[in-house]
């Protein structure tokens, strides 16, 4: 007999995804930008998918003015990555980080 099985629902995964992308100084919020009808379109912010036990994450940020943006990019990705090995103890199967715009 093996431990317990924990299932963590998708709602999980992209609020733990988003608050790690909160806690990087260089992000303003994790949203998409332009107008409202392609945010309809497009979807939350946030996307998951689990695929042969791997967690496959895409995320659209705003980033903050005079900030690097690749380096930002990259400090969303590894706390996201992070969020999903430690936190949830899930596996990670790849983080994509979508600077979708810089406000202020």
Request: hydrophobic share 55%; net charge positive.
């Amino acid at each position: 007999m093996s431990g317990p099985i924990l299932a963590v629902g998708d709602r999980v995964v992209c609020e733990m995804a988003r608050l790690a992308a909160l806690e990087i100084p260089g992000v303003l919020r994790v949203a998409r930008t332009g107008p409202v009808w392609r945010n309809h379109l497009g979807g939350a912010p946030v996307r998951v998918r689990v695929r042969n036990g791997e967690v496959h994450l895409r995320i659209w940020i705003v980033a903050r003015p005079a900030q690097p943006l690749a380096a930002v990019a990259e400090q969303v990705r590894v706390a996201v990555a992070a969020a999903v090995v430690r936190v949830l103890g899930m596996r990670l199967g790849s983080v994509r980080v979508v600077v979708d715009g810089v406000g202020g």
